[in-house]
């Protein structure tokens, strides 16, 4: 099973957002100034698609909301506490 590569051309970025490389060259003009990580050099002129991603889905309010980074680890659950409550309930 091949993985997918990290690094994408302009022409591999445009496909997987459903756009003509000509409309993504223009739009990463624009976005670049908005914090679009540009092209690394020393990846052949490729930018990291897994930053371009997460610009794309910060820019749609995408990313998780909490200060942790992921809103279910919140703490620790307390189960058991869960089941006493929930035993006097039905006693």
């Given at each position: 099973?091949?993985?997918?590569?990290?690094?994408?051309?302009?022409?591999?970025?445009?496909?997987r957002l459903g756009?003509?490389?000509?409309?993504?060259?223009?739009?990463?003009?624009?976005?670049?100034?908005?914090?679009?990580?540009?092209?690394?050099?020393?990846?052949?002129?490729?930018?990291?698609?897994?930053?371009?991603?997460?610009?794309?889905?910060?820019?749609?309010?995408?990313?998780?909301?909490?200060?942790?980074?992921?809103?279910?680890?919140?703490?620790?659950?307390?189960?058991?506490?869960?089941?006493?409550?929930?035993?006097?309930?039905?006693?």
């Open positions: 099973m091949k993985a997918d590569p990290l690094y994408l051309t302009e022409v591999q970025i445009a496909q756009v003509t490389v000509n409309e993504w060259k223009a739009t990463a003009v624009v976005l670049e100034r908005q914090g679009l990580p540009k092209p690394e050099a020393l990846f052949g002129s490729r930018r990291y698609w897994p930053a371009v991603r997460t610009f794309l889905d910060r820019r749609y309010d995408l990313e998780p909301q909490s200060g942790q980074g992921n809103p279910a680890l919140d703490g620790e659950e307390r189960w058991d506490l869960a089941d006493k409550r929930s035993a006097k309930r039905r006693a």
